[in-house]
């Protein structure tokens, strides 16, 4: 089993985990109704993907 030699320094391990970062969700604008939806689904206004109605409206 693998064990470490030396002890790992406090900012060389904040260092490391300084690198895990959240980025912001990617957004597409819906062709229909031009509202912002995740890309590659269905917009949950309009209920339209790809330019055809996939949800019918209540």
Same mark, same amino acid.
């Given at each position: ?16 985990? @300084? ?11 819906? +062709?229909?109704? $031009? @509202? ?11 209920? +339209?993907?790809? $330019? ?7």
């Amino acid at each position: 089993m693998a064990v470490p030699k030396k002890k790992m320094s406090r900012s060389r391990t904040r260092r490391r985990k @300084a690198q895990w970062k959240v980025s912001a969700p990617t957004v597409a604008t819906c +062709s229909q109704c $031009g @509202a912002k939806h995740v890309p590659h689904r269905v917009c949950h206004e309009c209920g +339209s993907y790809n $330019g055809r109605e996939i949800i019918a409206e209540a």
